[in-house]
């Protein structure tokens, strides 16, 4: 059974509380839905939207203790990867079909592969995909005409199973060779896959051999699909035939980093300042309602992934749309934090909403048009300035860097950030003889000797990410997140090696 992080439903949707045992479904959506967006007609089963049943009020963070998420332990891990595995699980084209009262409608027109043999409940999930699908592929409704020119776009969206997994669709929104005005269509990977620079590659020679024809995309992607998935820093190898070029050679290589290779952090940097990004991730670190605004799909798309990807070795908790349909709009009257990108058209009628504080980014001019505030004194100033310096720092700098090189240069500044506050917390989990772990929060807030440090981290131990992160490191004496634990050694041996001189 899927939930979806971008769903749409008919104006007569019901709010239903996802917990309510009369449905007998379990929690889904990104991390800790409070609540379920239910459709009827078994369209999908349920929507994640945090908004709480009518009449139950939301325990505040500052009095839930007990610190036992509402979400999924180790769902984080379902966007790590090992190798080998495939690198996609269907390809779509998704065009629009016009219908008798003049509107346009999506409609997959192409799939690869078919499945055949499949058990009721596999069949049913996947009916219940594809028919998820096209509405992500035009999130902006039925404002279509066919045109002669038309820039191509690439975007992603997000579907989450009940079990914490994912289904990544990598979007390339392009018009098909022709004469004449028509209208764009949409070429859509479906992976559990995160890596959205490697497919975008992908997309790129699916663009090109669209424009000869599409029989040329079905044996580029059967050699895809042959092939397993590289481990992080290694590169394979497709061999794919193209008419009047001859077989061609093409390399798909995954990030050193695999926590960086769903994010483009250039385009975050290329919309906004260092200043205002840093009053993003303050807002983003204690769950707050965050809205992006922007014209393009794509620039909603990388920018919010990439605000997200800002949070690591933490993962965002609630509602989670990068390209939020038309008919979801009221997304933005939900209660519960939400992190959700909207067309710029939509901007008077997302303003018009009765929404709780937000903080409201528009990516087009680079400016917050709404705030709570607070922004400038959420984060601790003296690491908030390092940051600060270290981002403007990239900004500045006349080498001209890779986008691989820009992900670790940022990644980094962010990184040290949590190393500095919350670094220390693998050595407050008390250890019973069973194996299983127990998380000192008081000790762990004692032993933070810089106030200003303390007073954020206080704050920020009643936020789920955080549950949810030590909720896994009580698991296991083995910690997780590899590279967050290598920048806490390297941290404490400067410190240490700083003592000894």
Same mark, same amino acid.
């Given at each position: 059974?899927?939930?979806?992080?971008?769903?749409?439903?008919?104006?007569?949707?019901?709010?239903?509380?996802?917990?309510?045992?009369?449905?007998?479904?379990?929690?889904?959506?990104?991390?800790?839905?409070?609540?379920?967006?239910?459709?009827?007609?078994?369209?999908?089963?349920?929507?994640?939207?945090?908004?709480?049943?009518?009449?139950?009020?939301?325990?505040?963070?500052?009095?839930?203790?007990?610190?036992?998420?509402?979400?999924?332990?180790?769902?984080?891990?379902?966007?790590?990867?090992?190798?080998?595995?495939?690198?996609?699980?269907?390809?779509?084209?998704?065009?629009?079909?016009?219908?008798?009262?003049?509107?346009?409608?999506?409609?997959?027109?192409?799939?690869?592969?078919?499945?055949?043999?499949?058990?009721?409940?596999?069949?049913?999930?996947?009916?219940?995909?594809?028919?998820?699908?096209?509405?992500?592929?035009?999130?902006?409704?039925?404002?279509?005409?066919?045109?002669?020119?038309?820039?191509?776009?690439?975007?992603?969206?997000?579907?989450?199973?009940?079990?914490?997994?994912?289904?990544?669709?990598?979007?390339?929104?392009?018009?098909?060779?022709?004469?004449?005005?028509?209208?764009?269509?949409?070429?859509?990977?479906?992976?559990?896959?995160?890596?959205?620079?490697?497919?975008?590659?992908?997309?790129?020679?699916?663009?090109?051999?669209?424009?000869?024809?599409?029989?040329?995309?079905?044996?580029?992607?059967?050699?895809?699909?042959?092939?397993?998935?590289?481990?992080?820093?290694?590169?394979?190898?497709?061999?794919?035939?193209?008419?009047?070029?001859?077989?061609?050679?093409?390399?798909?290589?995954?990030?050193?980093?695999?926590?960086?290779?769903?994010?483009?952090?250039? $385009?975050?940097?290329?919309? =906004?300042? !260092?200043?205002?990004?840093? /009053?993003?991730?303050?807002?983003? +670190?204690? @769950?707050?309602? #965050?809205?992006?605004?922007?014209?393009?799909?794509?620039?909603?798309?990388?920018?919010?992934? $990439?605000?997200?990807?800002? =949070?690591? !070795?933490?993962?965002?908790? /609630?509602?989670?749309?990068?390209? +939020?349909? @038309?008919?979801? #709009?009221?997304?933005?009257?939900?209660?519960?934090?939400?992190?959700?990108?909207?067309?710029?058209?939509?901007?008077?009628?997302?303003?018009?909403?009765?929404?709780?504080?937000?903080?409201?980014?528009?990516?087009? @001019?680079?400016?917050?048009?709404?705030?709570?505030?607070?922004?400038?004194?959420?984060?601790?100033?003296?690491?908030?300035?390092?940051?600060?310096?270290?981002?403007?720092?990239?900004?500045?700098?006349?080498?001209?860097?890779?986008? @691989?090189?820009?992900?670790?240069?940022?990644?980094?500044?962010?990184?040290?950030?949590?190393?500095?506050?919350?670094?220390?917390?693998?050595?407050?989990?008390?250890?019973?003889?069973?194996?299983?772990?127990?998380?000192?929060?008081?000790?762990?807030?004692?032993?933070?000797?810089?106030?200003?440090?303390?007073?954020?981290?206080?704050?920020?131990?009643?936020?789920?990410?955080?549950?949810?992160?030590?909720?896994?490191?009580?698991?296991?004496?083995?910690?997780?997140?590899?590279?967050?634990?290598?920048?806490?050694?390297?941290?404490?041996?400067?410190?240490?090696?700083?003592?000894?001189?």
């Amino acid at each position: 059974m899927l939930d979806a992080e971008n769903l749409c439903s008919p104006p007569s949707h019901l709010w239903l509380c996802s917990g309510c045992p009369s449905l007998g479904w379990s929690q889904g959506g990104l991390r800790a839905p409070d609540a379920s967006l239910v459709f009827p007609k078994g369209l999908m089963k349920a929507i994640p939207l945090s908004c709480p049943c009518p009449g139950k009020e939301e325990a505040p963070a500052a009095e839930n203790p007990s610190r036992v998420p509402q979400g999924r332990a180790g769902e984080r891990s379902s966007l790590l990867y090992s190798a080998g595995q495939f690198f996609f699980e269907y390809l779509v084209v998704v065009s629009l079909r016009r219908m008798a009262d003049g509107r346009y409608e999506p409609k997959i027109t192409y799939q690869f592969p078919k499945r055949e043999n499949l058990l009721k409940g596999q069949k049913e999930e996947e009916e219940r995909l594809l028919q998820a699908i096209p509405l992500f592929c035009f999130p902006d409704g039925n404002n279509w005409a066919p045109v002669t020119e038309f820039t191509s776009e690439t975007f992603s969206f997000v579907l989450t199973n009940v079990d914490g997994s994912r289904k990544i669709g990598y979007c390339r929104r392009l018009l098909p060779s022709g004469r004449g005005v028509r209208l764009p269509e949409v070429f859509c990977i479906i992976s559990c896959l995160g890596c959205f620079g490697l497919f975008s590659k992908i997309l790129d020679e699916v663009e090109k051999r669209r424009q000869i024809s599409m029989a040329v995309i079905y044996p580029f992607m059967q050699g895809l699909r042959e092939s397993p998935f590289p481990a992080p820093g290694k590169t394979v190898t497709i061999k794919s035939f193209i008419p009047e070029s001859g077989t061609e050679l093409i390399e798909l290589t995954r990030p050193v980093d695999a926590h960086l290779e769903h994010v483009e952090f250039q $385009a975050l940097l290329q919309q =906004l300042s !260092p200043q205002l990004i840093l /009053h993003i991730f303050a807002s983003a +670190v204690l @769950e707050r309602r #965050l809205i992006f605004l922007a014209q393009e799909l794509s620039v909603l798309s990388q920018c919010i992934h $990439a605000v997200a990807a800002l =949070l690591y !070795p933490f993962t965002w908790a /609630h509602t989670y749309i990068p390209v +939020v349909p @038309e008919c979801l #709009l009221d997304t933005v009257c939900c209660p519960t934090p939400f992190m959700v990108g909207i067309q710029m058209r939509h901007l008077e009628r997302v303003l018009d909403q009765p929404m709780e504080e937000a903080l409201i980014i528009d990516l087009c @001019e680079g400016k917050i048009l709404r705030a709570v505030g607070d922004e400038e004194e959420i984060l601790p100033i003296k690491l908030q300035n390092e940051m600060l310096t270290s981002l403007n720092r990239h900004n500045n700098n006349n080498n001209v860097h890779t986008p @691989e090189q820009v992900n670790s240069l940022v990644s980094e500044a962010f990184v040290h950030f949590f190393v500095r506050t919350v670094g220390h917390y693998a050595s407050h989990i008390k250890w019973s003889k069973s194996g299983s772990g127990s998380f000192q929060e008081r000790a762990f807030c004692k032993a933070i000797a810089s106030r200003t440090n303390r007073k954020f981290v206080k704050k920020f131990v009643r936020t789920n990410m955080f549950s949810l992160f030590i909720e896994e490191a009580e698991k296991s004496r083995i910690p997780q997140e590899a590279y967050f634990q290598r920048k806490i050694a390297e941290y404490q041996e400067q410190k240490k090696h700083r003592r000894d001189s």
